[in-house]
């Protein structure tokens, strides 16, 4: 047909075209076929990471979320500019407190750091309010997007600033966040930790507890960090499925922050969904000459500007002679095909820990986040199954984290 002219069209055949033009709603002309170009696929899904760690940059002195930046020149991986580039929509912002001492005076320590955080996530909403809005329910995702606008939910790594009691979880809800870990890196009052010394032997009373007011209060339960026998004893407990924020598989490299195989079909079975991290996908070299970058990168947030610039020169300039990683997109890709694989479509997400380590050759930063896409619709998968990778499972799990709070 499309090479006919009207004027080639045999007369008899004419008339009787005319009249069931005649017939069809003048309002509903036929709709365009959607391009399956990637980059067109990837704008179409609602792209959500589930840890940006973006928030241990934003008391920085100088520092705008607003601005275009890269990884050389500011040693960030997010900016709002590099959302809008990558197609990302939004995620969960994290408020993130190193595991300290587990006594009093650490307590008090944490908890004025995790508030310090926190407040400067509601100080980037209010300032950044036509580029980013808080979401607080799974249905706010869409409605944010169809905005233009980023979409921020808020969680929280590692519980301990809340000291012994839980009661502090109820004022993070009040205060819009809507997931949570119990651990970091070292075993805490809730958790064993995944890099921990098994402490407890899986949760703590304290983290049994922690478990029934997340369950009550409806907010996803996030086991990336803790051990195994604490991220099992947290799925056997808890009425929701249990997610993995960021983490990976030891199939691909053999790290006690990642699952076998067996856990993550434990954690599919419940419901849950794994993240493919970008960090722990191969060795880290932490080298004589990394370290104390790192040092002075844990604390940007108290670095002048001069000496942030300093510091991302004097990081740019190590690259040149090593790397912090040996990861590349391709083992990235391959790390999400293995979830994908083992687990299924309904149980494999993204969580890169960008801002908080993340970031590997080819998948710089947000603004790569279209390769993901090109590379799953290239494997075969659909563009259904990319929006499940990119957002739709984890909104599927906050709807039953909802659903269940609702019914109590
Ligand atoms: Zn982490």
Request: overall charge negative.
């Amino acid at each position: 047909m499309t090479r006919l002219t009207r004027h080639a069209l045999p007369a008899l055949i004419l008339p009787a075209l005319l009249t069931m033009a005649a017939c069809a709603p003048a309002t509903s002309p036929a709709p365009t076929p959607l391009s399956n170009d990637p980059a067109a696929v990837h704008e179409r899904v609602l792209a959500l990471d589930t840890h940006l760690d973006t928030p241990m940059h934003f008391n920085r002195p100088g520092w705008s979320i607003a601005e275009r930046q890269t990884f050389a020149s500011h040693l960030t991986h997010v900016d709002i500019p590099r959302m809008r580039e990558g197609g990302l929509d939004g995620g969960f912002f994290v408020v993130y407190t190193s595991q300290g001492p587990v006594d009093a005076a650490g307590y008090a320590a944490a908890a004025r750091h995790a508030e310090s955080r926190l407040a400067s996530v509601e100080r980037i909403l209010r300032e950044q309010r036509e580029a980013m809005t808080l979401a607080t329910r799974a249905d706010d995702a869409a409605r944010i997007a169809a905005t233009g606008r980023r979409i921020s939910y808020i969680s929280i790594e590692n519980s301990y600033p809340l000291g012994e009691s839980v009661a502090g979880l109820a004022d993070w809800y009040a205060r819009g966040v809507r997931m949570a870990g119990p651990v970091h890196s070292r075993d805490n009052q809730f958790a064993d930790s995944a890099t921990g010394q098994n402490r407890w032997g899986g949760l703590s009373p304290l983290g049994r507890q922690w478990v029934a007011e997340m369950n009550r209060l409806g907010m996803v339960i996030d086991g990336s960090h803790s051990s195994d026998a604490a991220l099992r004893e947290m799925m056997a407990l808890s009425s929701t499925p249990v997610i993995l924020s960021h983490s990976g598989f030891k199939a691909i490299f053999d790290h006690r922050r990642n699952v076998d195989d067996a856990l993550a079909r434990e954690v599919a079975a419940q419901g849950g969904v794994i993240h493919i991290n970008s960090v722990f996908l191969s060795r880290f070299n932490n080298s004589a000459a990394r370290a104390p970058l790192y040092d002075q990168f844990d604390d940007i947030e108290h670095l002048t500007p001069e000496q942030q610039r300093r510091l991302a020169a004097d990081w740019a300039s190590l690259d040149r002679t090593e790397r912090v990683n040996e990861g590349d997109f391709d083992l990235f890709m391959r790390a999400l095909f293995h979830c994908l694989e083992v687990v299924g479509v309904d149980h494999c997400g993204i969580g890169a820990d960008w801002d908080g380590g993340g970031g590997v050759a080819g998948l710089d930063d947000v603004a790569a986040l279209p390769r993901i896409t090109a590379a799953l619709l290239a494997r075969g998968y659909s563009e259904e199954d990319v929006g499940k990778i990119w957002s739709g499972n984890i909104l599927r799990v906050m709807r039953q984290v909802e659903a269940t709070a609702a019914r109590r």
